[in-house]
Nanobody, 117 residues
Framework: QVQLVESGGGLGQPGGSLRLSCAASGFTFSRYTMTWYRQAPGKERALVASIGNTGSTNYAEPVKGRFTISRDNAKNTVYLQMNSLKSEDTAVYYC???????????WGQGTQVTVSS
C-alpha cells in the first residue's frame, strides 16, 4: 500500500524556520521525483520545490534562497527546510511522488503551515 505521510507543519514565526518531512512507503522511493506543492486559501496548488532521482533540484521563484529540498533514500524520506518564513508561505503543503515515464503519481494528505506572529 502506497503511503506518503507529511509531518512538521504548524505555526511558524515570520523570519523563522520549519522543516517538513514526507515519509514514503509502498513503492521504490529512489526511482521517483519527489516534489513539494502548496495550496493557499483561494489559490491553486503550486509547485514549491522538486528533487529528482539523481538529486537535481528545482525551486519556485518565491522560495529560492529560502527553502531547501533534500532526500534520504535510505529512509525513504524527503524534506523541505523552510527558512526566512513569510506570511505568504501560509498554505497546506503536499508531498508528491512521480515517475512520469510510466505515469505513476502519488500524493500525501498535506500538512498545514501557518506563518504568523
Amino acid at each position: 500500500q502506497v503511503q506518503l505521510v507529511e509531518s512538521g507543519g504548524g505555526l511558524g514565526q515570520p523570519g523563522g524556520s520549519l522543516r517538513l518531512s514526507c515519509a514514503a512507503s509502498g513503492f521504490t522511493f529512489s526511482r521517483y521525483t519527489m516534489t513539494w506543492y502548496r495550496q493557499a486559501p483561494g489559490k491553486e496548488r503550486a509547485l514549491v520545490a522538486s528533487i529528482g532521482n539523481t538529486g537535481s533540484t528545482n525551486y519556485a521563484e518565491p522560495v529560492k534562497g529560502r527553502f531547501t529540498i533534500s532526500r534520504d533514500n535510505a529512509k525513504n524520506t524527503v524534506y523541505l527546510q523552510m527558512n526566512s518564513l513569510k506570511s505568504e508561505d501560509t498554505a497546506v503543503y503536499y508531498c508528491n511522488a512521480a515517475w512520469t515515464s510510466i505515469n505513476l503519481v502519488y500524493w500525501g494528505q498535506g500538512t498545514q503551515v501557518t506563518v504568523s506572529s
